[in-house]
């Protein structure tokens, strides 16, 4: 008989429960690691009667392992897996109605705002965009109608942070739910819902499953109604990953304290060598002293995770030879995995954005994102190193 393990069990470190949480032994065979039950469909036990699991949309044990696991890193009691970052987003969504608002943090991740504006629009759902780093702008957006705050902490890609608790104050006194996208920080950083929101959304794609090789989402939350009604969604669109990625995930988050605290470590050296370098503007890390935000990222968070972002001097031509010439840092979109990144959010995730409305926001043409990966940290720093003294280099002779 395999142990029982509780996920309630708080007592429990956080990387035991991304061990054992939802992760008993095979009660039939004893596999120690939760099978990838490859199954559309279960067979009953007779007319009415199963063994909790009937069609595989609607259940998959490989899934229910994942979601339990990930509900209990955030310390809460419910979790549901979804086949991508962006259908956990709907899936939260699918809670309103018609007529109803949300304010959103203004820098929420692109493919976010594009199903906010270009999707949930056309059934008369209606935002408001507010700098949610500024709590009487959150306050002064909300309507009558207003039912769901969204915010991203820290967000992509100047890594501003929004006080999650005074956010989840406000909504309280006024009954509005508040969802927190912890895609950035990861429940190892940061747990929203002891903070007081309600929803937590992933995109397991990035630090939780870890390794750049699935797509997957999640939607965490502690209030059993609340859970009936988001189930229902989960299961009635039908956005559900598969179990093998399911397992792809699981396998992820059991390293996940000790891959971001790697991840953290090489983040802090390269912020550190960055804001000291000559050819270079600014740098964006909430581990910073500099940063803005540090006491609230002190207090909110407790690591700063792995993502950087900097000025680099010289505008878009800088940049692009940074970008371009690097040889560990891959230039490709997305973050969280174990394999270094780097991006040029004016042309890349960004580009979309008309320049006179992203520069004042501080996305300008010298800007550029690192994923800072857990290759050894000296490696990653000489490579900037020497892309970096390229841009150096005269451009005209005097
Ligand atoms: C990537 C990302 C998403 C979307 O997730 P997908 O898995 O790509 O659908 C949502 N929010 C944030 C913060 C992200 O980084």
Redesign the pocket.
């Known amino acids: 008989m395999s142990k029982q393990f509780s996920t309630t069990e708080k007592e429990y470190g956080f990387t035991t429960r991304a061990i054992h949480a939802g992760q008993e032994a095979c009660p039939s065979t004893g596999s120690l690691i939760t099978p990838i039950y490859q199954t559309s469909t279960f067979v009953l036990d007779e007319l009415g009667k199963n063994k909790g699991y009937q069609y595989a949309r609607s259940h998959n044990p490989t899934r229910t392992a994942l979601e339990e696991c990930l509900a209990s890193l955030e310390g809460a009691r419910y979790g549901l897996a979804a086949a991508?970052?962006?259908?956990?987003?709907s899936i939260v969504l699918d809670l309103l109605k018609a007529g109803d608002h949300v304010v959103v943090g203004e820098d929420?991740?692109g493919?976010?705002y594009r199903l906010f504006e270009r999707v949930l629009r056309k059934f008369n759902i209606n935002f408001t965009y507010i700098d949610a780093s500024n709590l009487e702008a959150v306050e002064n957006a909300i309507t009558p109608e207003t039912k769901l705050v969204w915010i991203?902490s820290p967000t992509?890609p100047l890594l501003k942070l929004a006080d999650i608790r005074a956010i989840a104050n406000i909504c309280q006194r006024r009954r509005i739910r508040l969802c927190v996208?912890n895609?950035?920080a990861t429940p190892y950083f940061q747990r929203p819902i002891e903070l007081g929101a309600d929803i937590v959304?992933h995109?397991?794609?990035?630090y939780l499953s870890g390794h750049s090789d699935i797509?997957?989402?999640a939607v965490i939350c502690n209030d059993e109604e609340l859970y009936s009604e988001l189930k229902f969604f989960q299961n009635a669109s039908g956005a559900v990953p598969g179990p093998f990625d399911c397992f792809l995930a699981l396998r992820g988050v059991k390293t996940l304290a000790l891959r971001l605290r790697e991840h953290e470590r090489n983040a802090t050296a390269i912020a550190k060598y960055l804001e000291n370098h000559s050819q270079v503007e600014k740098v964006y890390y909430p581990g910073l002293p500099s940063h803005p935000q540090f006491d609230l990222a002190k207090t909110q968070m407790a690591g700063f995770g792995g993502v950087v972002a900097f000025v680099v001097k010289g505008g878009l031509e800088a940049a692009k030879t940074v970008v371009n010439s690097t040889s560990l840092f891959q230039l490709a979109e997305?973050?969280?995995g174990v394999k270094s990144l780097i991006c040029h959010p004016a042309t890349m995730t960004h580009a979309p954005i008309p320049k006179e409305v992203r520069e004042p926001l501080g996305i300008v043409d010298g800007l550029i994102r690192l994923s800072i990966g857990i290759e050894e940290g000296k490696d990653l720093l000489q490579d900037l190193e020497s892309v970096l003294a390229l841009t150096q280099q005269p451009i005209t002779a005097q």
Not at 84 to 89: E, F, K, P, Q, R
């Open positions: 991508s970052g962006l259908a956990a987003v929420v991740y493919g976010v991203e992509n996208d895609t950035f959304v995109s397991t794609t990035k797509i997957g989402g997305s973050l969280g």
